[in-house]
Antibody
């Protein structure tokens, strides 16, 4: 059974930092491309960023609102994904989800596609003074 | 960025009746090299994370009931629930993944029981 479990959320002051973790099981994490998506209170879904597998380069990409402030990393030995958040703003208040990208071997055996197959339960991050 | 516009914002449907949700993208999300529309649908029940229902605009994810179907191509897409069940009450989101990694979501459509 695939499981993704986020942790590390909480209350932080504007300008502060926080690191979220996403511990995974039930699939080969080292092969997976992973994303973070957030959802502000009462709002829709917003893509935050994505990291490729190390074998595919391990590079990461970010949405414009978080570029330069957030970074994504991974520890394949621990099957864990991270989201490092700094210079936090009130607008960063949201539930943060980690998710794994989908695969379709018939179309591309080599790389995933950017639909989100499995999601964690989410973790609340509140930025407030 | 590709803007995804869903309609309606909410709808109330009687149990057993059809629910139809529309999603329009601001530009074409059909990729000719794969002959696929890069469009997914998700269901989010209250207090839960989103759940993948459909990808490639019309391919149901494993385990998703066949009352859920997706259609459309290019810029106009539809999610249909053929016979609404009580457990289908949720917010539904479309997502384009054509401009990966910068994917974008629609604003959501809330489905309720009439």
């Amino acid at each position: 059974e695939v499981q993704l479990v986020e942790s590390g959320g909480g209350l932080v002051k504007p300008g502060g930092s926080l690191r979220l973790s996403c511990e995974t099981s039930g699939f080969t994490f080292s092969h997976a491309w992973m994303s973070w998506v957030r959802q502000a209170p009462g709002k829709g879904l917003e893509w935050v960023g994505r990291i490729k597998s190390k074998i595919d380069g391990g590079t990461s990409d970010y949405a414009a609102p978080v570029q330069g402030r957030f970074s994504i990393s991974r520890d394949d030995s621990k099957n864990t994904l991270y989201l490092h958040m700094s210079s936090l703003k009130i607008d960063d208040t949201a539930v943060y989800y980690c998710a794994s990208l989908g695969r379709d071997q018939r179309i591309s055996p080599l790389r995933p596609f950017d639909w989100l197959s499995f999601w964690g339960q989410g973790i609340q991050v509140t930025v407030s003074s | 960025d590709i803007v995804m516009t869903q309609s309606p914002d909410s709808l109330a449907v009687s149990l057993g009746e059809r629910a139809t949700i529309n999603c329009k993208s601001s530009q074409n999300v059909f990729y000719s090299s794969t002959n696929k529309s890069y469009l997914a649908w998700y269901q989010q029940k209250a207090g839960q994370p989103p759940k993948l229902l459909i990808y490639w605009a019309s391919t149901r994810e494993s385990g998703v009931p066949d009352r859920f179907s997706g259609s459309g191509s290019g810029t106009d897409f539809t999610l249909t629930i053929s016979s609404l069940q009580a457990e289908d009450v949720a917010v539904y989101y479309c997502q384009q993944y054509y401009t990966n990694p910068q994917v974008t979501f629609g604003g959501g459509t809330k489905v309720e029981i009439k």
